[in-house]
T-cell receptor, first 112, second 113 residues
Framework: EAQVTQNPRYLITVTGKKLTVTCSQNMNHEYMSWYRQDPGLGLRQIYY???????DKGDVPEGYKVSRKEKRNFPLILESPSPNQTSLYFC???????????FGSGTRLTVV | AQSVTQLGSHVSVSEGALVLLRCNYSSSVPPYLFWYVQYPNQGLQLLLK??????LVKGINGFEAEFKKSETSFHLTKPSAHMSDAAEYFC???????????FGKGTKLSVIP
């Protein structure tokens, strides 16, 4: 089944403890992206990647890092999480911008 | 820069009534436009997309949307609402030459029995 897989689905952590949210797609898509969803704000792009080793900032990149060492994987790294990063995170991939984007099921992160 | 405005953060309709969710966009180049639906505790599912072919686009679950360049609009409609349509709906735009997908803030649709 073609899909984008995120792990974990739920995560509660403490301020300052480094964490990684994994994202993997099995559709050979070149483009991948991370979004955060907050009530009343919709989805905002954090980072995106056009291909292996090619990444760029989205609208809200502060406090996040990404890497794209393999085409299928695009992990999101929070080096020192803070409570304002409590949010619902989505990974997405696409083969072409006109074809739409396939989203993962989301990761609900709580930083206390 | 591109942006999306969805009018109405909450819309309530009676079961069987017309659903109309409004979306206006700004883009300096002809855009790709999308509607996504999000059911509670789930990810986003693509409802339909406009990619410069027909201006009236049909999607899944009986939804359709019409691209009107002169009004920079891409409103989502469904002739008769079902209880199962209750969800949050997001309009999104991607400008030609860019993979950046910009979302509206979403419209939560409630269907009253």
């Amino acid at each position: 089944e073609a899909q984008v897989t995120q792990n974990p689905r739920y995560l509660i952590t403490v301020t300052g403890k480094k964490l990684t949210v994994t994202c993997s797609q099995n559709m050979n898509h070149e483009y991948m992206s991370w979004y955060r969803q907050d009530p009343g704000l919709g989805l905002r792009q954090i980072y995106y990647s056009m291909n292996v080793e090619v990444t760029d900032k989205g609208d809200v990149p502060e406090g996040y890092k990404v890497s794209r060492k393999e085409k299928r994987n695009f992990p999101l790294i929070l080096e020192s999480p803070s409570p304002n990063q409590t949010s619902l995170y989505f990974c997405a991939s696409s083969i072409h911008r006109g074809r739409g984007y396939t989203f993962g099921s989301g990761t609900r992160l709580t930083v206390v | 820069a591109q942006s999306v405005t969805q009018l109405g953060s909450h819309v309530s309709v009676s079961e069987g009534a017309l659903v109309l969710l409004r979306c206006n966009y700004s883009s300096s180049v002809p855009p790709y436009l999308f509607w996504y639906v999000q059911y509670p505790n789930q990810g986003l599912q693509l409802l339909l997309k406009y990619t410069s072919a027909a201006t009236l686009v049909k999607g899944i679950n009986g939804f359709e949307a019409e691209f009107k360049k002169s009004e920079t609009s891409f409103h989502l409609t469904k002739p008769s609402a079902h209880m199962s349509d209750a969800a949050e709906y997001f309009c999104a735009v991607s400008g030609a030459g860019s993979y950046q997908l910009t979302f509206g803030k979403g419209t939560k649709l409630s269907v009253i029995p």
